[in-house]
């Protein structure tokens, strides 16, 4: 019997201090078979990433050996979590990365180091301190501001017009490039006039009361700020079957935060959603999600990486919103009696969608719409990987791994894309030019009436 078989044949190990979890049982798990690495798209792209393989077991193995640090190469890791997907073994490769990420960047900060020098009184240490903690210090920076983009995006809602213009402006998008390296060739996306929050104030909250059929939304932080029709088609569909939605306080879900090591405010934010998700949940709610990089965050990385009251018991009960009708309800006959105007669609599948099973769903659910046509662009990664593609240095990369995508989109009969993941569709949008929808408004289109709609 191995050491996987029972975990009763060797003392847990902590090796990382970011979590208390044991990960010894996965990292004995690989048997050094590669296809994580040859399912990598940022290792067939960038010479320098050494791959998945090194980032989790790898990495895990020399950690437990006094004196080694996390390798810095863990930053090039995209957090598409396609390895995880494609592991035999099970190995929990993306909780592997996402632990040594959260160390490495742990170890980058030297205010506490410093301090505590000076009260020592040992001045030269402290200055030591900070000249090597100042190296990088920009980049750090930049992760940070693009990582909490819940806080930037509610700060932008107070102005949308003038922080989409402001964000657009030719100068000020060089000037961020230089001074913080984010990328000056994508357009920002622009702030919605009135956040879907908002909105549901306005509306007076959920139109139907049904404690037998009751959702808590979480809408994250793109369909809030940036796209609250994506929201809005949600709370219409759900509705039109009779669901009571509810829409708890809530935060960022913490993918951007995970892809940058940045663990501490990921469970800040995990913290404030578990406490209002779980409490939903008791009160006979299911969670769904509209962006399947909120409900992997939710339903996989959540139990991962935080201990936290009722955190299994979210990640038990959340689901994708579409994934949702198609096990409670009959959609595919209300679809088969539709009929709407939409035209053809070449659709992509998020990575964090294929890790959850939905890669196929929105091919399969549209097949027989009268007035609508899907066509699947590939298996491809779209490239952006939330903050990746938006960083400087990364950017050729992330249009490199886009390309496939971009030339099967084109090669489509549709000149509209469809996506279920905000930041795959501004990938699309940006090497396509094409409009981007989601799913859930095809739905609405297809199945709730213009008067419905309308509040």
């Known amino acids: 019997m191995s050491d996987a078989d029972s975990t009763d044949e060797f003392e847990p190990v902590q090796v990382f201090e970011t979590t208390d979890m044991d990960l010894r049982a996965g990292s004995d798990d690989c048997y050094k078979c590669s296809t994580c690495d040859t399912s990598c798209p940022v290792a067939e792209v960038d010479d320098e990433f050494p791959g998945p393989k090194f980032q989790g077991p790898e990495q895990w193995r020399l950690k437990r050996k006094e004196g080694h640090e996390v390798d810095d190469s863990i930053t090039g890791c995209s957090n598409c979590m396609r390895c995880d997907d494609a592991c035999p073994s099970s190995v929990p490769l993306s909780q592997m990365h996402n632990t040594a990420r959260g160390e490495y960047v742990e170890e980058q900060r030297f205010g506490h180091e410093t301090l505590a020098a000076l009260r020592r009184g040992e001045p030269r240490e402290a200055l ?12 750090r920076l930049r992760n940070r501001v693009l990582a909490n983009y819940h ?20 100068p000020a998008r ?7 390296g984010v990328t000056k060739e994508r357009d920002f996306p622009a702030f919605a006039e009135q956040t879907f929050r908002e909105w549901w104030v306005e509306r007076g909250g959920a139109h139907v009361e049904n404690p037998d059929k009751r959702v808590a939304y979480f809408h994250g932080c793109y369909s809030n700020f940036n796209t609250p029709e994506v929201a809005k088609a949600m709370v219409h569909v759900f509705e039109e079957f009779g669901y009571e939605v509810l829409v708890p306080p809530q935060k960022c879900s913490g993918t951007p935060m995970f892809a940058n090591g940045m663990l501490t405010d990921a469970r800040r934010h ?34 991962e990486l935080f201990d936290l009251d009722g955190i299994e018991d979210v990640a038990a009960n959340t689901y994708e919103a579409v994934e949702y009708l198609r096990l409670h ?41 009268d007035g609508a046509e899907i066509e699947d662009v590939g298996d491809s990664c779209s490239g952006i990987s939330g903050t990746y593609g938006w960083k400087e240095e990364k950017y050729d ?13 084109e090669s489509a009969d549709g000149e509209t894309g469809m996506t279920e993941c905000p930041t795959c569709a501004m990938q699309m949008e ?10 859930l408004e095809l739905l609405a289109e297809a199945l709730v009436d ?4 309308a509040g």
């Open 128 to 139: 030591e301190i900070v000249r090597d903690g100042t190296d990088g210090l920009v980049e």
């Open 450 to 453: 213009d008067t419905a709609s």
């Open 174 to 180: 060089w000037l961020m490039e230089k001074t913080l």
């Open 397 to 409: 990369y992330s249009m490199e791994i886009g390309e496939e995508m971009f030339e099967h989109m």
């Open 329 to 369: 309800e009959d959609l595919e006959d209300e679809l088969d009696e539709a009929e709407v105007d939409a035209g053809e669609f070449a659709y992509h599948a998020p990575c964090h969608a294929r890790n959850q099973g939905l890669d196929r769903q929105a091919v399969e659910l549209f097949s027989d719409l």
């Open 430 to 439: 940006h090497g396509t030019d094409y409009d981007i929808r989601h799913p």
């Open 270 to 303: 995990a913290e404030t959603n578990v406490e209002n998700l779980a409490a939903a949940i008791d009160g006979g709610a299911d969670v769904i999600a509209s962006c399947t990089s909120c409900s992997m965050a939710l339903r996989q990385e959540y139990p």
């Open 151 to 170: 806080t930037s995006a509610w700060l932008a809602s107070k102005a949308p017009r003038v922080a989409t213009r402001t964000m657009n402006f030719g």
